[in-house]
Nanobody, 125 residues
Framework: QIQLVESGGGLVQPGGSLRLSCAAS????????MGWFRQAPGKEREFVAG????????LYGDSVKGRFTISRDNAKSSVYLQMNSLKPEDTAVYFC??????????????????WGEGAKVAVSS
């Protein structure tokens, strides 16, 4: 089993920046793609970003392209999300996610196998 724990959420003003971190523990040798989803109040969960173990394949949701950057440190079994130019509509709970090894990579954008408990991000003046 794999456990994912997020950190770094908080309150930020519009136009500001925030960096989320996620550390995986447990059977980390089973990690494949890692990434982030978010869920805004009253809305469905939305894919934010995903990254392959090789760091060569990086995916972003349309609403965050050009503003958010995902990165990964395999030695630390960690994934990060640098969020710049934040908007009020970025307010959401952000979930760290991961796909298990040997599963289809596209699951990182639809149905990841593992989820963290979430970190709240609020963008408000």
């Amino acid at each position: 089993q794999i456990q994912l724990v997020e950190s770094g959420g908080g309150l930020v003003q519009p136009g500001g920046s925030l960096r989320l971190s996620c550390a995986a523990s447990g059977r980390t040798d089973n990690l494949y793609y890692m990434g982030w989803f978010r869920q805004a109040p009253g809305k469905e969960r939305e894919f934010v970003a995903g990254i392959s173990p090789s760091l060569l394949s990086i995916l972003y949701g349309d609403s965050v392209k050009g503003r958010f950057t995902i990165s990964r440190d395999n030695a630390k079994s960690s994934v990060y999300l640098q969020m710049n130019s934040l908007k009020p509509e970025d307010t959401a709970v952000y979930f760290c996610v991961a796909v298990r090894k040997f599963r289809p990579s596209q699951l990182i954008t639809t149905e990841p196998d593992y989820w963290g408990e979430g970190a709240k991000v609020a963008v408000s003046s």
